[in-house]
């Protein structure tokens, strides 16, 4: 069966501090990875999308970034946080022909 | 066009109630529409999804009603239980396979 994991799950970090937070898939091959930024008592944001490896498409320009190393790893990076950058970070995976969509347990970055 | 509408914000029901939460979209081209149930703390759950093929879906006591020309669609949830207490999320996809979701609805069902 197919397992989604994020690391760290919680993380507090100082304004202007790296960023790096990762998503790795097990059980399955080639799938597309999404990452998503939910504040708190709001819906999801999609932040990027990957549907292979190197292969990333931006959904809001912000201070954020995103890399796909291999076929079932997604990193968030940042290069100096904002407090604005707080939230909990969802990754999910679906399968290339399937709608199906499923999330990762979450991290929540609090910037102090 | 590419928001999801969800209403209510929160509700509150009795044990044994049907909470129903609705959602609306504008975007014809969606074509796949699933709800998210989400615990605190937790990642988002898929729960229940329906294609526009069809206007109703049962899975246990999670029921979708569809409504293609009102572009409409609505989650119930018969014999509601305690435990049922969570936030659900509307969303919808098209072509893209890119989930646009509602603002959540937290559900409380009181004992």
């Known amino acids: 069966s197919q397992t989604i994991h994020q690391w760290p799950a919680t993380l507090v970090q100082p304004v202007g501090s790296p960023l790096s937070l990762e998503c790795t898939v097990e059980?399955?091959?080639?799938?597309?990875l999404y990452w998503y930024r939910q504040a708190a008592g709001r819906g999801l944001q999609l932040l990027f999308y990957?549907?292979?490896?190197?292969?990333i498409s931006s959904e809001v320009p912000q201070n954020l970034s995103a890399s796909r190393p291999q076929d079932r790893q997604f990193i968030l990076s940042s290069k100096k946080l904002l407090l604005s950058d707080s939230g909990f970070y969802l990754c999910?995976?679906?399968?290339?022909?399937?709608?199906?969509?499923?999330f990762g347990p979450g991290t929540r970055l609090t910037v102090t | 066009q590419q928001q999801v509408k969800q209403s209510p914000q929160s509700l509150i029901v009795q044990k044994g109630g049907i909470p129903i939460i609705n959602c609306a979209y504008e975007?014809?081209?969606?074509?796949?529409f699933p709800w998210y149930q989400q615990f605190p703390g937790k990642g988002p759950a898929l729960l229940i999804a329906?294609?526009?093929?069809?206007s109703e879906k049962k899975e246990g006591r999670f029921t979708i009603s569809f409504n293609k020309s009102a572009k409409q669609f609505s989650l119930h949830i018969m014999d509601s239980q305690p435990g049922d207490s969570a936030t659900y999320f509307c969303?919808?996809?098209?072509?893209?396979?890119?989930?646009?979701f509602g603002q959540g609805t937290r559900l409380t069902i009181n004992p």
């Open positions: 975007n014809t081209a969606f074509d796949y």
């Open positions: 969303a919808a996809a098209g072509r893209a396979q890119k989930l646009v």
């Open positions: 999910a995976w679906t399968s290339d022909n399937s709608y199906e969509q499923y």
């Open positions: 059980g399955t091959s080639n799938p597309n």
């Open positions: 329906i294609r526009p093929d069809v």
């Open positions: 990957s549907v292979g490896i190197g292969q």
